[in-house]
């Protein structure tokens, strides 16, 4: 299984980047999560097998939007009104199989595979 990040870059604040996730073959609820320098990996946005169910974090809600294309096997976390804060290393992570397909942790210990991340800096 190989996830492929992408669409990273360096912004300004309040501008908009789209980040991409490649998954071919999975069926999988899949989440976004990042680390910023000198700080714990945190949980961003999950969204379920079929798209049905999403959530985001507090810290994120309003402003980013998950979605997913099957057809493309991709995932995609637009992001606007970005901010110095959402300067981090952002992951794709594909969820450990599932049944329901409304099942969409938001635990990093809940996603199985991971993708190699991709930098997201937000200058002032």
């Known amino acids: 299984v190989q996830l492929q990040a992408s669409g990273g870059g360096l912004v300004q604040a309040g501008d908009s980047l789209r980040l991409s996730c490649t998954a071919v073959?999975?069926?999988?609820?899949m989440g976004w999560f990042r680390q910023a320098p000198g700080k714990e990996r945190e949980f961003v946005s999950v969204i379920s097998r079929r798209g049905g169910v999403t959530s985001y974090s507090d810290s994120v809600k309003g402003r980013f939007t998950i979605s997913r294309d099957d057809t493309e096997a991709a995932v995609y976390l637009q992001m606007n009104h970005l901010k110095p804060d959402d300067t981090a290393v952002y992951y794709c992570a594909a969820a450990f199989a599932n049944a329901r397909t409304f099942y969409a942790p938001v635990q990093d210990t809940a996603h199985a595979y991971w993708g190699q991340g991709t930098l997201v800096t937000v200058s002032s």
């Open positions: 073959g999975l069926d999988r609820a």
